[in-house]
C-alpha cells in the first residue's frame, strides 16, 4: 500500500519538477554581476542538451516516510528522459506532447498527453513566458545561491520550489518541492555533462514485443 501511494505522490509531482527543470536548463547563469531574481529575466539557450547523475528524496508527511532513489536523466529541448535504477526501475519520458511511464519490472507503460493547454498552469507554461516570470511567482533571495519562489496564484499542488544554484556549467545543484500537504520532492544533480550532442533516439519510448502499453 506504502508503494502504491509512493507511485502516486511520485508521478503527480513529476510532471511539476520535470516541467520546472526543463525551464532552468535555459537559463543563463553567467552573468555573475547579477542577483538571483535579475537572472531569472534572462532566457538563452547557451545548453542545447545535459545529462548526468540524480538523487531524488520523496518525503510524505501524513507517513512520515522517506525514500530515496537514484538514476540518471537527459534533457534535450521538450524532451527529457528521467530514469530510475536499482529495485525501483522505472523510465519517464516527455517527448513534445506525449507523457509516457514505462515499469521494466512489469514490462507496462503508461501514455497520456503533454500538453500546454492541458497543463497550462502549471511551470511548462513559462516557457512561452519567461520574461514574465515575476508575475506568476513571488521571488525571494534567500542567499546568493539559494531562490525560493512562491506561486502568486493556484499552481497544481505547489505551496514553493527552492532551488540552489552553483558556478557550474549545468547551474542547477538541486531543486526542491514542497506541496500544500508539505510533502517534499528533492533532486539532487551531479556529473552533469553539458552540449554533448545526444541523440533523438534516446528520448523516444519503442515498446518490446512483449510490453503492455496502456493509453488514457
Not at 130 to 138: L, N, Q, W
Not at 170 to 195: E, G, M, Q, R, W
Request: avoid cysteine.
Amino acid at each position: 500500500m506504502y508503494q502504491k501511494i509512493v507511485l502516486t505522490g511520485i508521478i503527480k509531482n513529476m510532471k511539476i519538477l520535470l516541467s520546472i527543470l526543463i525551464f532552468f536548463l535555459y537559463i543563463n547563469w553567467s552573468f555573475a554581476q547579477q542577483t538571483p531574481i535579475t537572472k531569472l529575466n534572462y532566457a538563452y539557450k547557451s545548453i542545447n542538451d545535459a545529462f548526468g547523475g540524480f538523487i531524488q528524496t520523496n518525503y510524505i508527511k501524513d507517513l512520515d516516510k522517506t525514500q530515496k532513489f537514484k538514476g540518471k536523466f537527459f534533457i534535450k529541448g521538450d524532451k527529457i528522459r528521467w530514469q530510475y535504477e536499482g529495485e525501483f526501475s522505472q523510465v519517464i519520458y516527455i517527448n513534445k506532447n506525449t507523457f509516457t511511464i514505462y515499469d521494466k519490472t512489469k514490462k507496462q507503460a503508461i501514455q497520456s498527453s503533454f500538453s500546454e493547454e492541458k497543463f497550462g498552469q502549471l511551470p511548462l507554461a513559462l516557457l512561452s513566458r519567461i520574461a514574465d516570470i515575476e508575475k506568476d511567482f513571488e521571488i525571494i533571495e534567500k542567499s546568493e545561491n539559494r531562490i525560493t519562489l512562491t506561486p502568486k496564484a493556484k499552481m497544481g499542488n505547489i505551496k514553493k520550489i527552492e532551488i540552489t544554484i552553483h558556478d557550474e556549467d549545468f547551474p542547477i545543484k538541486s531543486l526542491k518541492i514542497t506541496d500544500t500537504l508539505a510533502n517534499t520532492i528533492k533532486i539532487d544533480f551531479y556529473s552533469v555533462k553539458i552540449n554533448t550532442n545526444l541523440k533523438d533516439s534516446i528520448f523516444r519510448f519503442v515498446p518490446k514485443k512483449d510490453d503492455t502499453v496502456l493509453t488514457h
